[in-house]
């Protein structure tokens, strides 16, 4: 039993990354009806942001923490001017081979500037992690968990509250109508486009003390993330939050006691069967005919 809770506090850990990503995905998709294939490489763009800052430049791990995020919701906006805009009006297909173009782009552009050999980020806490009964909590994990809770209590109060976050949420419900009742549609998904590049950034800076800063990090973060948004419901926020979280768990007890080596194979196992058997996911995936 104290193995169990030691997995499942890893697993939830891990699987909290996985959901802040394909939180990111859900709300591109909503907001445009394309997937963005470089969601996964805002995650190693930001990641090496904070490399740069806090080891190359030795500035305060806050300050570079804060310009980390600062260049990514910068990056969003670059992303959804030069991606996604210029192909508003063409159908999903070349919007999507251009995120994977584009994905592509930053990887190699970051193998250019700072080249291949993995890059080591200290963590924000110097105490490693704290005893509690029987189960050792990691702080990066636990930081994880609890900026996920949090980030999932202020998409709530965002959407729900607030009226940015209402015309966010018609926007993606219907372009033509928002836009007839007076709403911006080109300035909500620029909103939606540095929110999510900013989600992604915050995943790759809260795991990259776990894993090393790599340029391949951002796509395997990626897979993972597509797979539980599939297995949640793609579209749907929650799903996204429990797909997530379901593939950590799985994808670390797999590893604890099935095979180590295979363990990123758990959760492509798992999105088969979901395909073969429950294509709509945990939620399904509501759509809506237009009139």
């Not at 192909?87 to 990887?107: E, N």
């Not at 940015?164 to 926007?171: F, R």
Request: proline letters at 4%; charged letters at 10%; hydrophobic letters at 55%.
């Amino acid at each position: 039993m104290d193995l169990v809770l030691q997995l499942l506090f890893t697993g939830i850990g891990i699987g909290a990354v996985y959901a802040l990503v394909a939180l990111g995905f859900v709300l591109i998709f909503r907001a445009t009806n394309v997937v963005n294939f470089a969601q996964g490489e805002f995650s190693m763009v930001a990641a090496y942001l904070m490399v740069v800052c806090a080891v190359d430049l030795e500035l305060p791990y806050w300050l570079s923490f804060i310009i980390a995020l600062a260049g990514m919701a910068v990056i969003g906006a670059i992303f959804n001017l030069g991606v996604y805009y210029p192909l508003r009006h063409r159908t999903y297909l070349p919007v999507i081979i251009a995120t994977i173009g584009a994905s592509i782009l930053m990887a190699n552009g970051v193998l250019a500037l700072y080249g291949p050999q993995p890059q080591v980020l200290p963590g924000w806490f110097e105490t490693p992690g704290i005893q509690l009964g029987p189960v050792y909590l990691d702080s990066q994990y636990l930081l994880i968990i609890v900026v996920t809770i949090a980030l999932v209590i202020f998409n709530y109060w965002f959407f729900e509250h607030t009226m940015i976050g209402k015309k966010l949420q018609a926007t993606s419900q219907d372009k033509e109508m928002a836009s007839l009742l007076g709403i911006s549609v080109s300035t909500m998904i620029m909103v939606t486009f540095i929110y999510s590049a900013v989600l992604g950034g915050l995943a790759g800076l809260l795991v990259a003390p776990i894993l090393f800063v790599s340029i391949q990090m951002g796509s395997t973060i990626a897979l993972k993330a597509f797979a539980a948004t599939i297995i949640g419901g793609f579209g749907d926020v929650t799903g996204a939050i429990i797909g997530g979280l379901a593939l950590g768990i799985i994808e670390t007890f797999g590893a604890a006691y099935i095979s180590v080596p295979y363990k990123d194979g758990f959760a492509f196992l798992v999105l088969v069967l979901f395909l073969v058997f429950r294509p709509q996911g945990i939620f399904g995936e509501r759509v809506a005919e237009k009139a």
